[in-house]
């Protein structure tokens, strides 16, 4: 089940030449390292080879060798278990030949590690048992413990040797998102609840989001010190906030969570839907890349966020379900407009819908590597 050859041994398998890259041999990223792979030079806005791409959730349903794989076991079990976390990271690397892998896990599992009663329902998504409505709420969350973090360090360690030099990013969920689903209960669309806790309990709402920013860098450091090459910080629902408000009662903290991976020299990726009106604050809160989905053309996005960052998109997931011209024509599109960026990660603006072709992702993946890097 697991491509490393021997589990207690995974140091051994960093010379195989049958790593993720696949049977081509050659690194997907370009480099010889994941720290001189496209993926991170575009993240920094050096020269690239060719422009990186890699797909929000391309690990998951879209795949049936993954959801084989996970049949009869709990998302949030799977997420807890190194066999079944390398081999559905890898998963995506060896059938399209992105320029990254993004570790398999979830927003809400450090809250879940931690020991909060949170459930993912299939179809649905994250299901917190009793939701955080009140101060005392609040300070009975339980603390991030990093010993419990084995199994993550072990999965990421055995990663970075079958990865060879295509990097692996590391991933946490932002402060609000993270307080959207503890706060609503679980997914909801206004975030109405969210939004009224916020106004009328400004103290607990702050103390929520530090203890939120204190997991979720816990989390990343782990997965940083273990060899991932690169964060994504996602603040998916982030925007549903005005930018007044976004600038004041959240920035802080997600600036936390970035702070709080220290000295560690791995760019820093930061995104969230629907963040127009937000993505020069996105940047500010200690981004490299500011991640953009399909409402602002990536020409406009370089814009508002000026020449110091480079930018992750943005082609809308559901132009992978139309005709072929189509995506071709859009992809070209968003490569074109990306040029205007101090860099360009080549990514969709939101996650793999489901019921995407795999196939669609790989031919997607080839035409990118094909055009000229800007
Ligand atoms: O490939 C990857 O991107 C890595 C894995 C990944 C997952 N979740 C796996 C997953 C990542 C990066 C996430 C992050 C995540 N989780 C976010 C931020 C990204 C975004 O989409 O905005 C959010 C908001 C969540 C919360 C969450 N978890 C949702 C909304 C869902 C979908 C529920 C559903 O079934 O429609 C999940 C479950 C989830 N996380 C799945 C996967 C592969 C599906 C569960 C399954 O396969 O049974």
Redesign the pocket.
């Known amino acids: 089940m697991t491509p490393a050859a021997d589990p207690a041994s995974p140091a051994e398998t960093t010379a195989a030449p049958t790593t993720a890259a696949g049977a081509t041999g050659a690194a997907p990223g370009g480099g010889a390292a994941p720290a001189d792979s496209d993926l991170v030079r575009a993240a920094r806005g050096l020269p690239v080879r060719r422009t990186p791409v890699w797909f929000?959730?391309?690990?998951?349903?879209s795949l049936p060798e993954y959801r084989a794989l996970?049949a009869g076991t709990a998302?949030l079990q799977a997420c807890q278990d190194a066999d079944l976390v390398t081999e559905i990271t890898l998963q995506p690397v060896r059938r399209h030949g992105v320029d990254a892998a993004?570790?398999?896990?979830?927003?809400?599992l450090p809250l879940v590690v931690a020991g909060v009663d949170i459930e993912?329902k299939?179809?649905?998504?994250?299901v917190v048992a009793t939701p955080v409505r009140s101060v005392a709420d609040v300070d009975a969350l339980p603390p991030l413990e990093p010993d419990r973090l084995d199994f993550l360090a072990t999965a990421v360690r055995r990663l970075v040797a079958e990865l060879g030099p295509t990097p692996l990013i590391g991933?946490a969920?932002a402060p609000f998102?993270l307080a959207t689903y503890l706060i609503e209960g679980g997914?909801s669309k206004e975030h109405a609840r969210t939004k009224a806790f916020m106004y009328a309990e400004p103290e607990a709402w702050s103390r929520l989001l530090d203890r939120l920013a204190v997991s979720a860098a816990t989390f990343l450091r782990a997965q940083v010190d273990a060899g991932a090459a690169a964060v994504q910080l996602?603040d998916?629902w982030a925007g549903v906030l005005s930018a007044a408000d976004y600038a004041t009662r959240v920035l802080p903290h997600s600036r936390a969570v970035f702070d709080g991976l220290g000295p560690r020299d791995v760019p820093r990726i930061h995104f969230g839907?629907g963040t127009g009106e937000l993505l020069a604050l996105l940047g500010d809160a200690g981004a490299d890349v500011v991640g953009v989905d399909w409402r602002v053309p990536l020409d406009e996005a370089a814009r508002r966020v000026g020449p110091e960052r480079s930018l992750q998109g943005n082609l809308d997931p559901a132009v992978l379900l139309a005709d072929r011209a189509t995506v071709d024509r859009e992809v070209r599109r968003v490569v074109a407009q990306g040029r205007a960026a101090r860099g360009h990660v080549f990514n969709l603006g939101?996650?793999v819908l489901p019921e995407t072709d795999p196939g669609v992702l790989t031919s997607v993946v080839d035409l990118v590597h094909e055009l000229a890097a800007g």
Do not use: K
């Open positions: 929000m959730r391309q690990a998951g349903r996970r998302m993004i570790l398999f896990s979830d927003i809400v993912i299939p179809g649905v998504g994250p991933f969920g998102t997914p996602f998916s839907v939101h996650g």
